[in-house]
């Protein structure tokens, strides 16, 4: 029994080495990559226990994304699937103003094909919060109904849901996102948008604070969270906004900075913080994050308690 | 206007360094490989000129392809594709008792829905040789009747068709095969088969010269060649059946080898060797071929010659 | 609750990458590597449920053994250390006649302080079979008597103990060796042992057959096995003796083999299989092992079945 | 038949890995690399057509050059030499203070024996545009003629010449630069050249506009093409100056910078830009060119649009 | 008989490529690493001739470590030992700000057992200078006494002896290190000394040029240099201070910096510099380690005097 | 002052890595190697002092090369020059049939105008043995006249001269060889050969013994060594034939054998080992060498001794 649990897909990344080309390199760096398991593992890392749900293909390359999310301490508990692909990306790093490109390849997957009924209720109903992010139902038709099923779940057994917006362009237009997870909407207890997404997405105006209580009173929900990248974010709880700077940092990989913000602000909300608390919490999370390559927030709670105190250190020797 | 001209997917191929498992190594290998690039390469370096067509997504991953087949020295003539998945396969190699493993992700590729009409059917008139093999019509039923018709369109102008069996059980079953390209028989002159295909698929019995033999006669073939790995090939022609040894090789990769071995037949029967001359330029090329690391026979025709002549050297300074 | 249940110590194995030296590389390979862990993984492998008990230093190294422990499928229940070092090992590889040399650095180490009262005794006496290696006792005297307390625990819960003799003149005298481990033999059930250390260290004569009988005889085991390398293992049980050949197999690395072979024999017989059937499988996955780099059997239950069933096969596409 | 023809060497580049230094490493990278094949790329890349032309070893180091610009997109057209070396140089990166340093080994190449008979002549009078650079001339005296005859041809056949001034000091002096190449300027349309350069090599003054003005006045050039790294570059056409400043980039590679933009700019002349809007072109080429590894520009048509419109993007999903 | 002789311990430094974790990775980068050395090897690059003692296992790891310090082109005169471990240190570097983190491994070694007598007293007594820092009292009380007992050979030799005071916290308290380092300041003419360290340790206070002062004058140091990191360093000789500010630069590894500073000092103070030269020299050397990999200043004279002239280039060629 | 002095020239080694072609890798290791520094390593393993002369471009190659020496543990004194190339060579590793290749790039190197009066021939004189090989005259007409004057020089000085006949077919016809070689032979003491040199470039017939003993006869040599690849090697000395078998051995890289055997003979003739001993240590090193990547013997004498003894182990643990 964990504290929390998400369900999604989690690809294998493909990526060339430091700034080189996918176009002709004849090397790939190969990670496990997804918001959900990167939820989970940023929560466990913050001292939440951590299980993440998910349909696989049993296939050394499934066994290889399973593997590589236990390494990183999370319970896994997975639908072995004998139909269907393994998602993967390929992800190309370039600094400005190439950019950072994503190539998807996750169509046809075993997950696409997932049904509420292949997972265990009891592993949802169990947890004091189940999370689950806006890529989930962009997969497939059957994504979409098993999503509502499963936060329809938790809602049953008194959990918590908790859910990132995450709209991702090359997977559907932002009429379809709208449409479909504003239908979620009354099923979810805790928000996590960024301020761009509520904007050309959910066609909100305002800056944050306003975007954050405009979501809040409108949908009911307990908690909405607005982030802004490098310029922090917002909270609003119990109609109060709280503003949160963003940490300086280097960044190495931007991948799954809102993936570390989010699994740490549940897991600081699990752990008795206020709000403001687990905001910081959140921001010095996501902060280590960027230093790390990969999709991961490999971190532990002592780096996070040594930057929400001092701010880091440059050697410690 | 080329001297061979062939059809086919080119995937990428994705392998973990040396004798790592797929299932935890942190890096893959890429390579550009299929069946009729290899033998259009390969005749190529032989001394043909050689074209391979094909359709391919627009993508950096279509683009890396085509690119490496370019570096090889070959003519690429390709239909970018905006639609379709550029087709992969991962590749883990292992020695004795694990052996070889191929999973392949091809399905819902851009190559399955290619069509006749697409390609410029003078390419294929023009050239002297047209070569495909039975993984084409395996990949989707678009591609088997794209394939009938590419043959077709060869036959009319001319050229001379020359067909790899090339038996793949993880992409259909031996029913469908033999159903399949038995029906392409008629359309083809130069056919090449491993005897275990030849057996199992299409169910001769006898020795590799008894298989030649009957295939030859019973299909109406110009030329049939029937390989035995390890233990060299055997050609039939003008109703006479030619013995050739395999070269001895200490083999880095086996895949392709049987690519090499066409593609040199081929080149060196346009150059006018008669057919057991062309054999032995064939084995000697597979036998280099086995040395060199990937799917592609990246050789010289001096070195082949070489090989032919003297059997090869150990340190050359 | 896990039907194995392992207790050792996993160093960091450092190693030059293929057949360089140690003293003039610029990189090593890492990767979490013990006789005991070993086990644990492969009986998991073979379809018994594992957990491996340790202690280990709180420090991103001890994070790192326990995360690969995991990452290859096992439950890990280990004492986090304040105190003591992450024991670590150098590995040369070499062909003959160089051969393959080891360097321990594992004295001062954060295991050699473990005492049993820190582990949970529930943990041993709820598994089905308790298993550790003279390794271990060999480490230090806190552990000599730690390894006695365990055992004992273990015989009292009513669970099966499998110990491997793993003599390692690196780290203790032959006499040394024969004292403290012939006195923990009373405890011991299912023996396992190379021919080599039942003649060295034990002082024993004759044939493996012999061997085993005079073991088997002389200190009331259940079970005994005697491993001989490339040569196969003899087993003796209810006073008979099975003969088992070894598989062929190209080794890419032999460390390990051992440790698979015991893991494999022993979850084969959790299965329910006799004796002749569990050392099947344990020279299967035995061989399977030597195929793949670093101390860690990751195969899969499938692969072996096949080999058993088969002998392996070339390449599987 | 191309759009654009060029004439110069391609070498071997060897550099270490990152920020090492050539002094101890253990390996080095390899890449083609030289000014006149850059430039042929980079036009490609824009929608022109380009050949290649050199003189090359008979070698695999000379078809390892060949095939990586084959790789790239471009026609290629050698005299394969069986005497002189394939160039080679040393490239050793550096942040601030240690620079990057370059060490040439260019001396007693097969280009340096190539005479204008070699080549052609139809190719060179066939294309639009016919480039070589001021490196070409200072690598041998043979070439010093030949880079003459070329350009000779060239405006026979009534194709535009355009030559890339690069000055190199560690190839000839200012003086021997400046003698040379003032006496090829008659026969050619478009020059660019470095603000540097124009001062200390040929001893003009002034700011970048002045030197674009002088320059084109005294020669009779069509178009000059003053570049200022990264404060942007100056164009003079039909007597009028036009600015162009440079995109705001995160340079990995700062060599082929040049190469790039004089590609781009030559590529869009072609295409029908006037000369403002193929600064524009160039500007953003080289600003992409500056993210990417190695000395030749991968960049996509697609990719300099999206700077050119919207200035790049952060991450694309 | 060299002109520096340095003493010390050089470790085995193990780290993750780039920004990784060494919690995930399967591979270290493998160097050589000690203050000692490294100041000896800054010192022989800019023009002294340098010897390092030490003591060293008779191994593998003991051999790579001289191996590598006599390629950076130093003498080593070592005792080869069969007793106590090879010292290892494991860093992982990160932007900020997760800060560069060190995790020693160097408790038991061969060199904390190391006594005076062992070395030859004659190779301290004939040099110039003798050097060793704050690190090797650290390691163990044998190495405090042996400290002292080579300072006072050198003092009896009529040797000038430098010394770094280089406190490391994860090494000893503040309060040991003061009690030891000030028992040995008598013997040391010249000391150099961080200004936090001046601060913290030695509970000095004032800004650097004052903490100059204060040691100078009142421990009787013939020269004392006060480091500041990025702003400088500011060196007190003949009662008069001497302010030097840092070279701007790019930072690839900060390690070792301070080393590269003192050895070049020492360096050129022999060569004949005063003292505002040589730290200008030594600033130099510390700018350009800074852009170097690894701990060791792999510089050249002519760079040094490069950056002293001009301050750097950007591309030399 | 050393036991053996040896002269020639040492290149940088380029080489894809495993068994890739030289035509389309992305990197190449990089090693010094030369023979006559490959035997000064040996010796010097094998327990003799060893100085390596030679003339090297002062640039940061000629220090890579001899950087990587110094760490071998050798004296190096090379005359640093200021004009030539520093020699390299692109080795591309193949099996059978594929064969090793090399393409040398090793004119115009600043070795090619070493003389005599440049190097302290006091170095040679104060030598017990002084080595050179037949590569060295091949190098250029000045290196001719340089071999012949040291030879002389150590002549003068009784120093013993010992010569490896290596003739390399890439660098000169048999005949020049023959002739200039056979010119150096009367100031030749120890003549070490390949069978295969007596035969095709000294025009000799018989079996090795006939050959050393003809050889030893007819140009007066204190002693003859017949080198015979796998099959051993044959001694004369005192007129008497001795027979050495090669050692099993797992061939890594057969580059340097002959050099490696050449130095553990000289080492241990001057250490009083008598020839059947000395060719004993000298074939078992010769083994090793094979196991180990690169050219240089990287050996100790400890394992020499262990395969003189025992033949070597499997695993040392």
Redesign the interface.
Known sequence: MSDIVTFGETMLR?SPP??????????????AAGAESNVAIAAQRLGATATWLSKIPE???G??VV??L????IETDVVWSHRG??G?Y?L?R????????????R??TAISTAEAREFDADRIKDARVFFTSGITPALSSTLRETTANLLNAARQGGTTTAFDFNY???LWSPEEARETLTRLFPGIDVLVIAARDARTVLGFEGDPRQLAHKLGSQYDFTTVVVTRGSEGAVGWHDSVVHDQDA??????S??GTGDAFTGAFIARRLHGDDVPKALEYAA?TA??KR???GDVA?VSKE?VDA?VKE???????
């Open positions: 493909l430091a700034n080189e080309r996918l176009e002709d390199v004849d090397e790939f760096e190969v990670r296939t050394p390359l066994r290889r593997g590589e236990r390494q990183h301490g692909r393994q993967t390929y190309e370039g600094g400005k103003p190439r950019g950072t490109n994503v190539i998807y390849d169509e046809h991702r362009r090359k940490y300086e940092t280097e960044t190495v931007p991948i010095a902060a280590l230093t790390i390559p490999r780096e930057i701010g880091g250190t440059e050697i410690s020797r």
